[in-house]
């Protein structure tokens, strides 16, 4: 089963190397990882996806993660309202003919067209992954000739608000 777990790590040197190494150790395969600055530039969120036999593996794998030095915090969000994107960069083989075909297959998935070539074009697209995947399904037809894909970037969705008679109520 595939888990997604965010870090709030110090954003230092070997912070990524110690935290992958741990995963490795458990012989977790990482699916996907993102790594990026906060609104803080000395923390860093770290985003993985990882697939696990039980939750009973992903429950340990988390206690190891909090006894870290620089792990801040650490949360299994697979389960929780989150908003996720992942960011794909896709060069396709066209012939000038294709480029207004190619232009209305990947408008419908608001993606953008960023680089036009003689023989090629690069497209930008991001969202969740099923949409993702479904314009490289539409895609592959005109021969994919390079893909550079992020892997999942993931929140937890706000806080919800709701009034009531005169005082504000925090869900989480």
């Known amino acids: 089963m595939k ?5 709030l790590v110090n954003n230092t040197s070997g912070v990524l190397n110690r935290i992958t190494g741990l995963f490795a150790r458990r012989n977790f395969n990482i699916e996907s990882i993102t790594v990026g600055i906060t609104e803080n530039p000395s923390i860093s969120r770290m ?7 039980t939750i009973g593996n992903i ?6 993660l909090n006894k870290q030095v620089d792990i801040l915090k650490v949360r299994d969000i697979t389960d929780e309202q989150t908003v996720a994107r992942e960011l794909a960069l896709i060069k396709v083989g066209v012939t000038p003919q294709q480029r207004g ?12 067209i960023i680089d036009v070539a003689r023989e090629n074009m690069t497209i930008e697209i991001t969202g969740d992954h099923e949409k993702v995947e479904a314009l490289l399904d539409l895609l592959r037809p005109y021969g994919i000739q390079d893909l550079a894909r ?10 919800k608000r ?3 008679t005169n005082r504000i109520t925090l869900i989480n």
């Open 3 to 7: 888990r997604t777990i965010t870090a």
């Open 47 to 53: 985003t993985f996806v990882v697939v696990v036999d």
């Open 59 to 64: 429950d340990q794998v988390i206690k190891q």
């Open 101 to 112: 075909e190619i232009a209305a297959l990947v408008n419908p998935f608001r993606a953008a």
């Open 150 to 159: 992020t892997g999942i970037t993931a929140l937890k969705r706000g806080t």
């Open 162 to 164: 709701s009034l009531d």
